[in-house]
């Protein structure tokens, strides 16, 4: 084993060698795998983006190389009003040219990883086709289902390529964990100040201000969660055990709150740090650039709370015996399952993987945990468009807006399959940042499928938002179960059946009422074949939905 580490006792990370750096905002050491010397929060890792802005309705044609600026001959003095003018004019004359011809297979737009679920604000019209007809619609979905194919297994990356593309992360997290903890827990050398505030530059505590508390609370106990041994003072680090997975809108936040009851089960700081999908990339809102990127120093601050709870105070309990063995940690970010969008910005190998990003968020976690658990909630993928449609739209919204946002992704997902792979138009950013509803993250069983190639059918459980509506004791009891929690006292039982149902629709979006019948059946018809792929795989034919139109 590696003494970066545990030593042969197998508790204790000894601080890295001279030759690591130090990182002096953290107060302790950690090695790289590479002797790299920029900091890693602003490591130049972007492959394909240029550094302008980009425009939603720029053509993209996905490369290796960096896309350069546009220029033309007598714009030196004014590139800023030639650029607009060239893109107004370039745009116009694709749009027409699209419209025109119904070519739809090689519009694709640009793949900003920022572009909101509604239409941004400007002088264009996001209209992919005029003809918005029912029987337009059903030709669409008839071309998209007639090029459906679900292929075998991915090929998995080899962990030396995983190791590669993430060499901090993996120089940080230990290959073993505390015996007599039901949790992933390791004890990592502090080598900074104890006086000082080991959460000072944590970049969560500077974007959440409503935790900045829960992070004050941790810098004011922080040393006396400190463990001494030869001389060294040690923190205790936690990975957490489950993972709620997914998907958006189907009630995650519900059994979130509903699993917080249980006395053994304590979660991150938030809900949905966002981490793996999104922080480490520097990716904060879907509107805004890239940021730092969130070093995994800052996710695992997020389970110190938990962790000094497992520990202990070591006041009370000054031996290396956990107080709280049994406790095990949560972390509930909806889009760990589905969203992989920033692969294209990072990994610099799309055209030898075929269109398809080389790593998914599912290898990292494996490589790290290969014992973890992940819960799946699910609801009808018709029901929960809708949904997401009525939680994320801004302004203008309505059935028959919806209504063309549906036809409009639609069209898109068939132009991506005339030339693609499923799994390539699903993993597919650009088209997913083009889509003005969020189409995909309702193909679950292309999602479950590269989840089942890596971890066990054992280590998922997969739910529905519609039995637990109906029967959320029995739904919650199954949770428990499939985690090895005990049963819970009479009280806490009562306020676990009690409790209203979390994240329901918001009033003002009740007003509007159901989508457009036409909608509802034409999504239906969309979805069907994934739907009975996915109850194929799972073995329950509940997934199917099939008691709609």
């Known amino acids: 084993m590696d003494g970066r580490h545990l030593n042969s006792s197998k508790l204790w990370a000894p601080a890295a060698r001279q030759q690591s750096r130090t990182v002096t905002h953290m107060d302790y050491k950690y090695t790289l795998l590479d002797s790299g010397g920029d900091d890693y929060r602003k490591r130049p890792l972007l492959l394909q983006v240029d550094r302008a802005p980009m425009n939603l309705f720029a053509v993209l044609q996905v490369k290796p190389e960096l896309p350069g ?109 505390l015996p007599g903890f039901r949790n992933p827990c390791w004890y990592e050398e502090y080598a900074g100040n104890v006086t000082s505030n080991p959460y000072r530059a944590n970049l969560y505590a500077h974007y959440a201000r409503r935790f900045r508390a829960v992070f004050q609370h941790l810098r004011d106990t922080f040393r006396e969660h400190l463990r001494s041994r030869d001389g060294k003072l040690y923190r205790i680090r936690c990975l957490p055990y489950f993972y709620i997975i997914g998907q958006p809108k189907c009630g995650t936040t519900d059994l979130y709150d509903r699993l917080r009851l249980h006395p053994d089960v304590k979660f991150s700081t938030f809900k949905e740090p966002h981490w793996w999908t999104r922080k480490r ?38 031996s290396e015996t956990p107080s709280r063995p049994d406790v095990i940690i949560g972390e509930a970010s909806a889009s760990t399952m589905w969203d992989n969008n920033a692969w294209v910005y990072f990994y610099d190998n799309a055209t030898t993987t075929g269109g398809k990003p080389p790593f998914l968020i599912q290898d990292f976690v494996h490589a790290l945990q290969p014992d973890a658990r992940f819960i799946v909630m699910l609801r009808d993928p018709v029901e929960r468009l809708y949904s997401d449609y009525l939680y994320f739209g801004i302004a203008n919204k309505s059935a028959e807006d919806f209504h063309e946002k549906v036809s409009e992704s639609l069209q ?38 590269d989840w089942l190639s890596i971890f066990s059918r054992e280590q998922i459980l997969v739910l529905r938002l519609e039995d637990h509506a109906s029967n959320m004791k029995h739904t919650m009891h199954t949770v428990f179960r499939f985690l090895g929690l005990g049963p819970l006292s009479q009280p806490i039982e009562s306020e676990l059946n009690r409790s209203p149902a979390s994240n329901s629709r918001r009033p003002a979006d009740k007003d509007l009422g159901p989508m457009l019948p036409a909608t509802q059946h034409v999504l239906h018809h969309f979805y069907a074949p994934f739907n009975r792929k996915l109850a194929q795989v799972l073995h329950n034919d509940a997934f199917l939905w099939d008691s709609k139109p």
């Open 412 to 449: 898109l997902l068939d132009g991506c399959l005339s030339d693609s792979t499923l799994r390539s138009c699903v993993y597919n950013t650009s088209v997913h940042n083009a889509m003005p509803v969020r189409l995909h993250v309702g193909l679950y069983v292309v999602y479950l499928l």
């Open 281 to 318: 990339f520097g990716i904060i809102r879907l509107s805004e650039g890239f940021h730092e990127r969130y070093p995994v120093e800052d996710y695992l601050d997020l389970f110190d709370q938990a962790a000094h709870l497992i520990q202990g105070s070591l006041a009370a309990n000054n």
């Open 69 to 177: 600026r546009w220029s033309a001959p007598g714009c030196f003095g004014k590139v800023r009003l030639c650029g607009v003018l060239l893109g107004v004019a370039v745009t116009f004359v694709i749009m027409a040219s699209y419209t025109l011809t119904g070519d739809r297979k090689d519009l694709l737009l640009t793949p900003s990883p920022y572009h909101h679920l509604v239409n941004p604000p400007g002088p264009f019209a996001f209209n992919l086709s005029s003809v918005k007809d029912y029987a337009h619609l059903q030709l669409v979905v008839k071309s998209i289902v007639s090029k459906v194919e679900f292929h075998s297994a991915r090929q998995l990356p080899e962990l030396k390529a995983l190791v590669r593309s993430e060499q901090h992360m993996f120089s940080v997290i230990p290959r073993q964990f």
